[in-house]
């Protein structure tokens, strides 16, 4: 492997300590509201030392890295136990997004900001009632002068409570419904207009929040794409969702794996026949996923949307939920016991995980998806619009 | 060409794809097999073995092969897969022929890995491990279920003597080798039970000696092969179903507007891709992982294969349960899938053994 892994994985085991102990393998997905600070100054030394945006061309600051760099730059991560990432929709969704679509000026303002582990992003898509539906945006923006000024209501908008800016869809054409008269809106969350609200979730955590937009503003260069290229801006960044970020996803579920097989093998339940088929499952499953990432992103390398790529959500979204049941079977009657006081991290993972099967995209939404593009089959009727 | 495949493998693809596909020839190919009674179908053996070439596809190229490796090789079983059509191709051209390229002496490669891959002689493995007793010079020892057994010009068999494994190659028509077809569930499948009755070990040409843990890693490697069949299969059987949902109209509809029908489908599709993942994953990994991988892809192809088929069955309603229609074929297939070189729960045994490695 390359100088540059190494490299990296020198600097983990020099920089992954002390203070930054205490994050060893936290803030996975129900985790991830843990200690902010500490969580800020880990993505800033990353930043600093140059290891945000390693998959980024080197024109944009990044490394340029390749894709099995890019694989065994997480797995080295994984390795090392480091934490979830609270820059990683900066820089695994929006990075990729702005590279691709946004002007030079753009992308001088905001990619430094991301690379340095300065500037959290958070996304801003779901609303009350464009979940499912999701072209059914109300969010409203509309231009004054210099300044798009956006009213409306975005939801389940993860980690938002820590971030300085959200990518918002909003409608801003007055009569357009579904797809059409959308913009791509780049706001800065610490201001007057903008109210964020926690929302406290079976996990007893909140890293989902609702954020209201009254008056909100931003300057009318901090759009990409033109009025109505919002849907088309926002369907690439999710494509983006379904290839680089499974890499990072990859290190968390094999870390909680690999704690769940620790346990069984204390607590006994690794003799249980049941159990250790069902470990053995979900092994295979962190495997298939690897392999499946790898196919999607050399396709994707080559400048194709591959097939397979439709099944990555609704694959790892179900196998993670399987696994959060199977952490709790293999902890047994204990686990109805908090023994801190407190959810501990298998009880987390459990909960959590139950979320993985609906936000972005529920399992039944996947399967029309897959149906409809990977398969060829009919399109599902749809209401008149209101 | 699609990763991880290269421009030859899409050569040899679109060859054997247009050969199989025609063999099939609308769900005859297997019709024909079954009638035949044998198992397998000797003709296409030796047309694929012999004008393809394809018996030595993973075979090095000093040895007359194509030096297309493992991932040669799942192109070959997943276009067979797809046709079901039965020959002996993963036992000449996988398992006998990866026992002899890694565990093999300089002159048994050479002695038997260009006839391998020209097609002129077709072994299977016996595995006699447990199953062989030797008295002074000769062997004696009964296995069942020995794929493809009757198509056998050789046997290639593993027997322990004086604390070694020794690996040996036999003339199946030695007279002391009875050699038996079995009665089986899939009937385009051969399975034989092949008694070796006093065989003399001068009739044996030794070609390697190993140890029982390096035999078995190229045994338990070999299933890459199947795991790519069941791919093949898979595939096929959802083609099947896509293009039926797409004519029948019920309720006025073409029966794939429905939900409940488009939701199984795209579940058979993640069954499908897991499977593949696994697959290719396996045949490329690391001489380290391979073992570990062709494991895995063994038991999430056979398990994918098996649901799909099953699928494919419940979503072509009454039609599907019909012998003239081919899909019980494949689902036939799809089930001995799972049994043969081990059930799948024994494969998942396996891979728990691995993953908490003395632990339990």
Known sequence: MSGLIDKFDTWMAENFCGEFESLRGRATPGDEDIMPELRFAWERKMGEAGWVGVGWPKEHGGKGASLEELVAFNEVYARHGGPGRNGHIGETLFAPTLIAYGTDAQKAKYLPGIKNGTELWCQGYSEPNAGSDLSNIKTKARLDGDEWVVDGQKIWTSLAMDADYVFVIARAEEGTVGRHGLVFLLMKLDQAGIDIRPIKQISETAEFNEVFFDSA???????????????????????????????????????EFESIVKLAKENGAAHDPTIRQRIAKAYCGLKVMRMTALRTLEAAHHGELSREGYMSKIYWATWHRDLGELAMDVMGPDA??????????????????????????????????????????????????? | MAYPFTEDHDMIREAVRGWAQAWYDGGKGPERVYQSGTGFDLEAWQALSGELGMAGVAIKEEYGGAGLGDLGRVVVMEELGASLCSVPFQMAGGICTDILQKLGTASGKSMYLPRIASGQICPTYVEGLDAFSIKESSLSGVVSMNAYG????????????????????????????????????????????????????????????????????????????????CVGGAQKCLDITLEYAGQREQFDRPIASFQAYKHRCADMFIALEEARSATYAAAIARPDDKTEAALIAKVVAADAYFKIAGDAIQLHGGIGFTWEYPLHFFFKRARANRSIFGSTSRGYNKIADRIFGNAA
């Open chain 1, 217 to 255: 503003r931003c300057h009318k260069d901090d759009m990409i794409g033109g009025v109505g290229d919002g849907w088309k801006i926002a369907m690439a960044l999710l494509g983006f969702e379904r290839g680089a970020s499974t890499l990072g996803q990859q290190m968390t579920f094999t870390n």
């Open chain 1, 336 to 386: 109805e016991l908090l023994k801190d006081g407190e959810y501990g991290m298998l009880h987390k993972l459990f909960l959590f995980s139950r979320s993985d099967t609906i936000y972005g995209g529920t399992n039944q939404i996947q399967r029309n998806i897959i149906a409809e593009r990977a398969l060829g089959m009919p399109k599902e009727p749809r209401g008149k619009p209101k």
């Open chain 2, 150 to 229: 009757n198509a056998a010009s050789h046997f290639l068999i593993s027997f322990q003597r004086d604390k070694k494994v020794s690996l040996g190659v036999v003339m199946a028509a030695n007279p002391n080798i009875e050699v038996e077809q079995q009665k089986t569930l899939d009937p385009t499948r051969s399975l034989a039970k092949i008694t070796f009755n006093n065989l003399s070990l001068d009739d044996v040409k030794v070609i390697g000696t190993t140890d029982r843990g390096r035999l078995q890693d190229i045994v338990d490697q070999s299933f890459i092969a199947l795991a790519a069949e």
